[in-house]
């Protein structure tokens, strides 16, 4: 097939890990005889740099016209004035709402070679397999902002529209995967919970009667993720929540450097990112993990091209790559790590394999 991939580097690291993406799903092309025409585009802190904008008109025209989106991060300390008139934050904020992104999967699945970089015991890990779906364009990250001398405000709204499109799209991947759906919120306390905690029951209800939905309040749940995250399969909830538990959730994979996300909107073009930033700390520096981005492009291959063998083919390189002992130095402990290079050449050996062991 013929796909056109507009790739958004970002800042920081973005441009490192984006990179090395982009080297395997060409060596992905190659193997299976597609035609992967790629785009760079400005987004971020590099796009108001170049044009004063964070998202210009021409990526956003770009984007319209991909077939899918591969994103590396964007800011860094040098947007990160608090009285900048323009934020890199706000390029990607505004994407994911033009484009409908509103459902985010963050799958999260803890690989055996490296469940030494996580803080927590091994057999708490084992068959540990989440699918986090994170509602991407409401809630507070959107409502109204306002500062005034003595006050700031930003207000979180949901519809039940918006509600139930997302719980909808959780839904259907719980059936596909265990029928088991814990939908979080803070309905103890918000407004916008109680909506969320109900339109998720008629959903469920109406729509997925085989799905087993439990609700679970966000501070419980940010406690169980980490006590007994095996008893979990989708978890669905709103933007924030979303966000922090899932940055949460990457110590179970052992590093924010291994989680893939998926931006999905109505049979729109999809976006495809690492959930982890700019990292400012290590960037220029070759060191960054790649995999996350890595394996954003084989959620590129399956949601926004259909192409599910390939898709599995870059997953199961990079679990060989790290069985054979390809760690960044966020993964290592015990030995030398590999560079941000070296990690994306060590899966694109695999790439050259049999691709059948799937784990
Ligand atoms: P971060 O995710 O950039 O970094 C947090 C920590 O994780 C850092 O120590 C970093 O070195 C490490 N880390 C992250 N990705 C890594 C990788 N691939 N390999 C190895 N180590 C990795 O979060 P932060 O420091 O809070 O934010 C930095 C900037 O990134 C901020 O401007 C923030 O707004 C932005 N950010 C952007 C995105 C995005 O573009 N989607 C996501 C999160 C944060
Ligand atoms: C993420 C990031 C973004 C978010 C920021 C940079 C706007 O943290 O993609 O997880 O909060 O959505
Ligand atoms: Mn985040």
Not at 153 to 165: G, K, L, P
Not at 236 to 242: C, I, K, L, S
Not at 244 to 250: R, V
Request: hydrophobic share 45%; charged share 20%; glycine share 10%.
């Amino acid at each position: 097939m013929h796909a056109e991939i507009l790739v958004l580097p970002g800042d920081g690291i973005g441009p490192e890990v984006t990179a090395a993406a982009v080297q395997v799903l060409r060596a992905v092309a190659q193997r299976y005889g597609h035609t992967f025409a790629f785009t760079q585009g400005l987004i971020g802190g590099a796009a108001i740099d170049a044009t004063g904008d964070a998202l210009p008109a021409q990526t956003l025209a770009a984007a319209r016209g991909a077939d899918a989106v591969l994103l590396g991060a964007v800011g860094g300390p040098k947007w990160s004035d608090p009285g900048a008139r323009v934020r890199p934050e706000q390029g990607l904020l505004a994407i994911r709402k033009a484009l409908g992104l509103y459902a985010n999967l963050r799958p999260v699945r803890p690989h055996a070679a490296a469940l030494g970089a996580s803080p927590i015991k091994p057999h708490l890990l084992q068959g540990v397999d989440l699918m986090v779906v994170r509602e991407l364009t409401g809630g507070i990250y959107f409502g109204e902002k306002r500062r005034e001398a003595d006050l700031a405000r930003d207000v979180c709204t949901y519809s039940v529209a918006e509600v139930e499109r997302v719980v909808r799209r959780a839904g259907a991947l719980a059936r596909a995967r265990s029928g088991r759906l814990t939908s979080v919120d803070k309905a103890n306390v918000l407004e916008t919970s109680r909506l969320w905690r109900e339109v998720a029951t008629r959903v469920v209800r109406d729509e997925f009667p085989d799905v087993r939905l439990e609700h679970q309040l966000v501070d419980s749940m940010a406690m169980h993720l980490i006590a007994r995250p095996r008893e979990y399969d989708v978890i669905v909830t709103e933007n924030m929540f979303g966000d922090i538990l899932t940055d949460e959730a990457s110590m179970l994979a052992g590093s924010l450097g291994l989680l893939p996300s998926a931006s999905l909107g109505e049979g729109t073009v999809g976006l495809y990112e690492p959930i982890h930033g700019s990292a400012p700390d290590i960037a220029g520096r070759g060191i960054a993990n790649p995999y996350a981005t890595i394996l954003s492009a084989a959620l590129l291959l399956r949601h926004s091209l259909r192409l599910e063998d390939e898709a599995r083919c870059v997953e199961t390189a990079v679990s060989q790559a790290l069985d054979a002992g390809a760690l960044t130095a966020d993964l290592a402990h015990d030995r030398p790590p590999l560079g941000t290079t070296a990690a994306a050449h060590a899966v694109l050996e695999q790439l050259q394999g049999d691709c059948q062991v799937a784990e």
